[in-house]
């Protein structure tokens, strides 16, 4: 049975691509739909036409509001590309779900788990969830309505803006698997390294180079920090990846 591990939050911001590429490092043989509104994956490749790659990208409306302002049925039809992908799958993929769009998709896949499932197609659901309120009630709502039909949920709570309480993190999560994503105060420079190469280039940086870029102790935190980053997100990704590679 193939397996398909969707990645969502309606809200922005809180670390998802983070988590998307670490499902991506962690499990490099699945290929990976992006539905975004901007093509943020791209450190790899893209297909194009009839031509392979990793990465397909289907481009989504960038608000909410102008979704619903396509009316229902044309927002319902925006994601009929994404739906026949989903029933191509012949092995381990990802879905990265842009913010204003997991809602919308999760309630069609309300409808379309089953007939997948019939031809050997199970749906995994990781949710990233933040200390704010909003970004947590989003996260409930979306776990709730996976429940019926996802062979499994989870949930990795990100501290990037602060701790997330504990008592409403269990609530929201429920019954799904919860792992923890620490909060990185990055440096500036850190920050632009690890923008050039994401997560798949930190195991690549040269100390050499970034000394002669930067200064041998610049060099030395920065290798440090992007190292404990990367092992932290593939942590925190580990359950859901091991989910996805055992189908």
């Known amino acids: 049975m193939a397996r398909i591990l969707l990645v969502g ?3 922005g911001g809180i670390g998802k691509s983070t988590v998307v590429r670490g499902l991506a490092e962690a499990v490099p043989d699945a290929q990976i739909l992006e539905i975004e509104s901007v093509h943020r994956l791209t450190e790899f490749k893209t297909g194009k036409a ?11 409306r960038a608000t909410r509001e102008a979704i619903e302002a396509s009316g229902g049925k044309a927002a ?11 029933h191509m799958v012949k092995a381990a993929s990802l879905v990265d779900i842009g913010a204003n769009t997991s809602a919308s998709l999760l309630g069609i896949l309300k409808e379309e788990a089953s007939t997948l499932r019939e031809a050997g197609i199970e749906l995994g659901l990781v949710v ?13 709502k979306l776990l709730h309505v996976a429940k019926d039909w996802a062979g499994a949920r989870f949930v990795v709570a990100n501290a ?13 999560a429920g019954d799904a698997a919860v ?34 870029e930067t200064s041998p102790a610049l060099a030395g935190r920065i290798l440090r ?13 580990k359950p859901a990846a091991l989910w996805l590679v055992e189908g």
């Open 9 to 11: 939050q309606e809200t």
């Open 50 to 60: 009839n031509e392979p790659g990793r990465v397909r990208h289907f481009e989504m």
């Open 76 to 86: 319902r039809a925006e994601l009929d590309d994404v739906i026949n992908a989903l």
């Open 128 to 140: 990233v969830v933040a200390a704010e309120a909003g970004a947590l009630a989003e996260g409930s």
């Open 160 to 172: 990037v803006r602060g701790a997330v309480d504990p008592v409403l993190l269990k609530r929201v």
């Open 179 to 212: 792992t923890h994503l620490r909060h990185f105060d990055l440096e500036e420079k850190t920050r632009e390294v690890l923008a050039a190469g994401q997560l798949r280039g930190i195991a690549k940086l040269d100390r050499a180079s970034l000394t002669k």
């Open 225 to 237: 920090d992007l190292t404990a980053f990367r092992l932290a997100v593939m942590e925190a990704v």
